[in-house]
């Protein structure tokens, strides 16, 4: 049974008999309640009806006992027959059954056109399809075509409702078509419009952005053509006209068929099946935009995702799409709103021995920014498209440096660039809670253009500097999740290798991009040897914002912010950046972005006694609790929230004894777990992946499911895409990391694998899909290549040990390559299945020639990749995972 998000459906399983093919749920929609069986009676004997039958009259009473004022309608595949009621040849026991219970409860049959289609030559068109309602008044039904081929007809009920929705307010948005568009005029109108005697004769960003906006869309309605649509109005965006043109021609065909009652010849069905299969494949090319939106309309089953109804504070419902974007968008603004105290004193921080000139816009560095944008990203509330943009780059990039440096020297961001239209992005949990979604800005281009060269430029300076902390992983180039990972897994596998302990926390940081301090990071900016310029031009860009939330088309009021970097801004993580780089001043935070991260450890050694354990422990959670009262001091100083509720604590230990001495944060005291998720990978205590890889092969089965039931639409070797692209990235996220682990929990990857070639179902195709054990092999010593040649953080290259030099040169030294690494010895297999000892075993087999004399991945990953599967090869191995799952 499908149901529409945006209708309350419960089922209501103390009504269900296990023993009988029917389904009761309870719909609430429009003011309307309603409860459905949905039942199926199979060809079976008479006391198998009788006791349907039976389940009907006691069930009917039941129902009316505990909703009185709820209309009950049982429908589904009866096959009953009866003369008079169905208009059948006979009747049977079943359809007397069933004539009986609805006169007996005053329930009216509302189908009267049959709903079978014979497919053998001696049978009847019949009714078999029943619709039972005690209120049958306002009911409509029709008959339809079959779905498929099924042999029974579809049949279309339009229930009445005592309250209807409010209609939507229809908007009107202009779709360009950009394949008719004469963009040689479309040039040559920008490169003569006298863009200095009309739109900079003023001083004034404002108005000079206006011009510039309103000349842009003057330009694209001359030489664009364009229409207008009612927003919001596609409901089902992969129903295109070829689908419409063959669900006329199919009911065209049904209508013929009712009105004859002759059969419909099978071949004339298979050949046109075919040819709707080769059609449908033919204009969805692998890798084409059309080809992307029909697998993402597979996976999610076809069904446009929209936004089930909201839960305001009192406990009502937000239904329509206005009443969904008021309250997400009076939600976001409360959470972007701060009530500080004027009197309110700003940290701050040493001020740092360099300084950074003052930016100058160039035509070179805008024109590159325009040649790079993505022509599929959204357009800003201003309606300036990207396409245009990039098309017309070298007539448009002499204006808009004119426009960038009036906007940088006047030290004002025109009021227009500072409204996003902020669409809701769902999170973890429950999607009727407004509270977990999350929201995306969209501005207007032209801001991103300029924020892109003031973006690019100032990292360029900060990372120059070094004045990011080095433990500092996110939005950076060359950094990623797996290297902050690799360091903290290794230092905890480290403390327990040494028969030592560590204890990690995860923080949670309320709001983080959402409530920044505009005060408080402006205060920091020019610690950081910002120019003056540049801090007054960011102090504009943060003030004076304003969002509109939008739901299915549908906006909300404007709403004003005072706090909180713009998530969606290309300035915004660099700003973040600054906002928390002095909280990285604590010993042992590590962060990325706003995931902050706290540890420490203490070593041990052979027979220690147990006081000297818990004495350990308790200077471990001392030290924990130290940094703790420490983040907690600079959230108070920086006006932001953490939550203790949901900080998360972890001993990492292999002692037998359990870690009992829990930290406390803010006056709450912590619960130690046995598992702690960072960065989407969880880790369990023994520093193993046990639980993070049953995630992933569950993660991953979900989503070849969905690809398996959708395979009919696509060819083998755009499946072969789609595994790629869509299924195989959930089982190697940070492989790395846990490539080392049992075969017994990386064979349900494989196996997975093996499903996902039963469905391409091509064999000269699926021959060259590469076993995983030897992507996470090639995989780990990239990243190990990376770190071996310094592109990482300071922390992450001292990790690795040093090249060993070998003084002499003796018979057993022969294949050794320059870059052999130092192993890491262990006492225990569990520390050996770690990134570093397994990786640096593999890296020392590699021979010499796989190393480029320079440092390029490229070179290096295909040499690996050539040596590994020659050495499977040489080694015979079987199966998909070969030699790397017998490691």
Not at 574 to 586: A, E
Not at 787 to 792: F, S
Not at 807 to 831: E, F
Request: hydrophobic share 35%.
């Amino acid at each position: 049974m499908f149901v529409r998000e945006d209708i309350c459906c419960r089922r209501l399983l103390h009504l269900e008999d296990r023993d009988l093919s029917i389904l009761w749920v309870r719909v609430d929609y429009g003011g309307h309640t309603r409860v459905y069986a949905c039942l199926y009676r199979s060809h079976s004997g008479d006391r198998e009806t009788k006791r349907l039958f039976e389940h009907l009259q006691l069930t009917t009473a039941k129902v009316l006992e505990l909703y009185p004022s709820t209309e009950l309608v049982i429908l589904g595949d009866f096959n009953a027959h009866h003369t008079e009621w169905l208009s059948s040849r006979s009747t049977d026991y079943a359809g007397r059954c069933a004539h009986e219970f609805a006169l007996a409860y005053g329930y009216s049959q509302l189908v009267h056109s049959p709903t079978r289609i014979p497919d053998i030559g001696d049978h009847t068109s019949s009714i078999l399809d029943l619709l039972l309602t005690q209120r049958p008044d306002g009911y409509s039904i029709s008959v339809d075509a079959p779905l498929g081929s099924s042999d029974h007809c579809l049949i279309r009920t339009l229930a009445p409702c005592t309250r209807t929705d409010p209609p939507r307010p229809t908007s009107l948005r202009r779709i360009w078509q950009y394949k008719s568009a004469d963009w040689d005029g479309l040039r040559e109108y920008y490169a003569s419009y006298p863009w200095r005697q009309l739109c900079f004769t003023s001083e004034d960003p404002d108005t000079c952005a206006a011009a510039v906006s309103e000349t842009i869309l003057a330009g694209m309605e001359y030489f664009i053509p364009n229409s207008l649509v009612a927003a919001g109005t596609r409901k089902r965006p992969w129903f295109n006209r070829p689908c419409k043109e063959a669900k006329r021609i199919k009911q065209a065909t049904f209508r013929a068929w009712t009105t004859a009652r002759s059969n419909s010849d099978p071949n004339v069905s298979d050949v046109k099946c075919k040819l709707n299969a080769v059609s449908r494949l033919a204009n969805y090319p692998s890798g084409s935009r059309a080809f992307w939106s029909l697998a993402k309309a597979a996976e999610g089953n076809f069904c446009l995702s929209s936004l089930p109804p909201l839960q305001n504070a009192d406990g009502n419902l937000a239904h329509s799409a206005k009443e969904k974007a008021d309250l997400l968008g009076a939600l976001f603004a409360s959470n972007s709103t701060l009530n500080v105290d004027e009197s309110a004193v700003p940290p701050t921080i040493p001020r740092c021995g360099y300084s950074m000139p003052e930016i100058n816009f160039s035509q070179r560095d805008v024109r590159r920014e325009l040649l790079t944008l993505d022509v599929h990203k959204s357009s800003g509330p201003d309606g300036i498209p990207a396409m245009v943009l990039k098309q017309c780059a070298p007539e448009l990039c002499p204006v808009l440096t004119r426009l960038f440096a009036l906007s940088y020297h006047t030290r004002q961001v025109p009021s227009s660039w500072k409204t996003a239209h902020v669409h809701p992005v769902p999170k973890k949990g429950d999607r009727s809670d407004p509270s977990n979604y999350r929201p995306i800005a969209i501005t207007s281009l032209l801001s991103k253009v300029m924020e892109r060269v003031i973006n690019t430029k100032l990292l360029r300076y900060l990372e120059e500097h070094d004045l990011i902390s080095d433990r500092q992983y996110g939005c950076r180039h060359g950094r990623s999740t797996g290297d902050l990972l690799v360091y903290l897994t290794h230092r905890w596998a480290s403390a327990i290798e040494s028969q030592g302990e560590a204890l990690a926390v995860s923080l949670d940081m309320a709001k983080a991009f959402d409530r920044v301090w505009h005060r408080g990071l402006l205060s920091k900016l020019p610690s950081y040897g910002l120019p003056e310029g540049l801090c007054k031009w960011v102090a504009s860009f943060l003030s004076g914002r304003c969002i509109r939330a939008v739901v299915d088309s549908c906006c909300s009021a404007k709403l004003d912010l005072n706090a909180g970097v713009p998530q969606g801004s290309v300035l915004s993580p660099t700003l973040f950046l600054l906002h928390i780089n002095d909280l990285l001043s604590i010993d042992g935070i590590h962060c990325y972005a706003d995931d902050s991260t706290g540890d420490a450890f203490y070593t041990g050694r052979a027979n220690i006694p147990r006081s000297a354990v818990v004495e350990s422990r308790e200077q471990l959670v001392s030290q924990i609790e130290s940094s703790l009262s420490k983040v907690s001091d600079w959230g108070r100083d920086n006006l932001v929230q953490f939550n203790p509720s949901k900080t998360q604590v972890c001993a990492f230990t292999a002692k037998k004894t359990p870690f009992t001495v829990a930290p406390q944060f803010q006056d709450t005291t912590l619960t130690i777990s046995n598992s702690i998720g960072i960065l989407g990978v969880d880790i369990s205590s023994d520093v193993q992946f046990r639980c993070h890889l049953e995630d992933k092969v569950k993660m991953a089965s979900k989503k070849l499911g969905v690809l398996n039931r959708a395979k009919r639409y696509f060819t083998p070797g755009q499946r072969l895409l789609l595994y790629r692209s869509q299924v195989r990235p959930h089982m190697e996220y940070c492989s790395h990391l846990w490539a080392g682990a049992p075969a017994y929990q990386l064979g349900p990857l494989d196996s997975v694998q093996r499903r996902a070639v039963r469905i391409v179902d091509d064999p000269i195709l699926t021959s060259d899909i590469e076993p995983l054990s030897l992507r996470r092999d090639v995989a780990s010593l990239c990243v190990l290549y990376r770190l071996y040649n310094g592109l990482c953080s300071e922390e992450l290259f001292e990790m690795v040990p040093t090249a060993t030099f070998y003084h002499r040169t003796a018979r057993h030294r022969q294949g050794i390559h320059a870059h052999t690494l130092q192993p890491k010895w262990s006492r225990t297999d569990r520390y050996q299945r770690n990134f570093l000892p397994r990786t640096i075993r593999l890296w020392n087999e590699l021979p010499a020639e796989v190393f480029p004399q320079d440092y390029s991945m490229g070179s290096f990953k295909r040499g690996v990749n050539r040596f590994l599967k020659g050495r499977q090869r040489a080694c015979d191995a079987p199966g998909v995972a070969g030699v790397h799952r017998l490691r």
